[in-house]
């Protein structure tokens, strides 16, 4: 039985005159099942039925959240569409850097409008930016329509806070400052059929200077690894081949369970579940990253050569005022052992541009690391000031053109060694998950190698969700074009 027809089954057995339970899950689904008769009713008196719509912004944290809160509107009883115009929108949003910030009211502007059309839409927002009081402030006195808010921690009782929403005219608002529970069993409505997020802890401890994740996503906390391997379980059952474990620092894994488990013990357990193929992890902070891991990494079947290594800076003197707690020197030993240890490791990274009081030498020696590691591909931002971070009261903020500058050169050489990285695979014969057709070109299915590069060759959508060997004939920067072998 699949596991959204499994859920149907337990929701048939609620008896709804009977008081909601006070223990989780069980009093989630009993308002699921309440959601759904009061959505029931109303799609009668329309004579058609109701629609939803999640959009998230921000990381695949949030991406993963998202796939949980449509699996509850779809137990309530809405069909999920993508159109802007659905009976209930919501939108998950994202505040790690205030472009994430604009990007939200901007839309909610518009939402408004749509709205005023039809009175019967509700509008909720949830996720990372509502964490945050001033952002809740301004909402409700400026963007009165909206129907329900809610953060980060109480996402498991989205459907009790739906039905409050169904049954109040005035907006509901419920944020917690921080939480120590982890609910699980609770249903997904997943993108892709072969693939999944998984998360394998929450919340962050690490207090970089200019990060706001650690505020609006509270203190680490591990799920059990005997939840999150029945998780997989029941994910591979249901068709996924491959997973991607999720966490802001992974390698601090079980520091916090009663029964100490380190991420690399974990990742041997995943490795046993029969079925699953793949395995992929982010994000990898550089000071946690240990030799235990590098070694299951090198000997393991199943987890992919691709590792995401945030950098931030290549300064000794910025690293330490960003409290990332490595140096340059320390940073390049370790990537020098990967590389030694395994050898077809691909190393991407994440890097800021413009931190408070960034040099010329400074940045020269962000430079200096990007080339000496040499990586597949880099997630370059330029510094954003979140309030309530140490960074964003420090006085030396760099000015926009200088970093404008800097962030065009970093690109550049980011971007060359990238494309001459990628090309190392041209004329070899490597398995390739196929994800979709491709976009462009219907002949063509688009997938992902191993070390995450996309690959297009033809093929049909019956080789979706498959791993095809295929020969990488024509690298194009920063993909390739292939084809088949049988
Ligand atoms: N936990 C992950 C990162 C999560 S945020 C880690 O530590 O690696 C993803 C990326 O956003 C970070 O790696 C960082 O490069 C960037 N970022 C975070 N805060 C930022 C800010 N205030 N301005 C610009 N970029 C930021
Ligand atoms: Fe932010 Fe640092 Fe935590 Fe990553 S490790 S989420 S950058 S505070
Ligand atoms: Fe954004 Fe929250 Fe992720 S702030 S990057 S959605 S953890």
Redesign the pocket.
Known sequence: MSALKEYEAQLEAIDLTDPAPPQEPERQRWFMKKAAELIKEKSQELGRPLTARVKT???Q??ERDSEKLRGILEAAGYVLTEEENADFILYNT???REN?NLKVYGRLGYLGGLKKQNPHMMIALC??MMQEAEVVDKIQKSYRFVDLIFG?HNIYKFAELLVSALQNDRMIIDIWKDTDKIVEDLPARRTYSFKSGVNIMFGCNNFCSYC??PY??GRERSRRPIDIIREIEGLVKDGVVEVMLLG?NVNSYGKNLEERVSFAQLLQEIEKIQGLERIRFMTSHPKDLSDELIDVMKHSKKICHHLHLPLQSGSSRLLKIMNRKYTKEQYLELTGKLRREIPDLSLTTDIIVGFPGETEEDFQETLDVVKKVAYDSAFTFIYSKRTGTPAAVMENQVPEDVIKDRFDRLLTLVQEIGRERSSRLQGQTLPVLVEHINEQDETLVTGRLDNNLVVHFPGDASMIGKLINVHLTDCKGFYYIGEAVR
Do not use: E, L, S
């Open positions: 912004f921000g990381c944290m949030n994202c505040t790690v994430a996720g990372c980060t706001i994740v609006v996503r802001q």
